[in-house]
């Protein structure tokens, strides 16, 4: 042998991700919202090696690609291997129902190994949900045509991205939904609210039906979804 007569053949350790998707409120798994990881720059994967497992090492179902691995998370943490060394993005395309989508996380690999904590939480929040009824005071019974207005207690502007009204049916109800108010005139039905973020607001009754007087605003408070 020209040289050492001893030829050495290093193999690299086999990357290994954790993805462990989970309620915000109580840290259980979440099932039904659909991930993707990416290269951070965009560019190709590399999918020569990866392989993606659930917790008792069998194949997990996912869409891998050289753009982008994606899936719809169950009840259980996700093992991905064989991603090779570079920085990655895992990204949240839908929340559950009832969840807001969570901010994109940032990952990088090197030297196949995850740089800090091998396990990645991704923590989704409740969606928050109000419930607003209006109501005769003297029998109880749900007033239409009066005008009603959410704004933010010290009138910032409210960010509307998940805000969605229904009716109790489940139905769309129609509202004007802006940063500035949610504003809508109340018909023989409670109403729901989801998706206001975390803050102080005041419910202000802007007009009342006929025969009513206006009645006097309401603060609350959402916090933690």
């Known amino acids: 042998v ?3 007569e001893t030829i050495i053949m290093e193999d690299k350790p086999e990357s290994l991700v954790k ?3 989970i309620d ?3 840290s259980e798994q979440l099932d039904g919202a659909t991930l993707e990881i990416t290269k951070a720059d965009k560019s190709k994967i590399d999918i020569t090696n990866i392989k993606i497992t659930d917790s008792k090492g069998d194949a997990f179902k996912a869409d891998v690609t050289e753009e ?8 259980d943490v996700i093992s ?3 991603l090779p060394d570079g920085k990655y993005t895992l990204t949240e395309i839908t929340a559950p129902d009832g969840y807001l989508v969570a901010e994109s996380i940032d990952f990088e690999i090197k030297d196949g190994k995850v740089v800090g904590d091998e396990t990645i939480i991704m923590e989704d929040k409740p969606e928050s949900l109000v419930k607003i009824s209006k109501i005769d005071a003297s029998n109880s019974e749900q007033l239409e045509g009066a005008t009603l207005e959410i704004t933010k207690a010290d009138k ?3 960010d509307t991205t998940n805000i969605k009204v229904t009716d109790s049916k489940g139905e769309t109800f129609k509202a004007d939904v802006t940063e500035d108010k949610i504003s809508y005139v109340t018909g023989k039905d409670v109403i729901s609210v989801t998706g206001l973020p975390d803050g102080k607001y005041t419910l202000t009754e802007i007009t009342a039906p006929d025969g009513y007087q206006v009645d006097e605003r309401i603060d609350f408070e959402i916090k933690d979804g």
């Open 68 to 75: 982008k691995i994606s899936y719809v998370t169950g009840k």
């Open 156 to 158: 910032s502007k409210i």
């Open 19 to 21: 993805i462990s998707k």
């Open 2 to 4: 020209v040289g050492d």
């Open 24 to 26: 915000a409120s109580n």
């Open 80 to 82: 991905i291997t064989g």
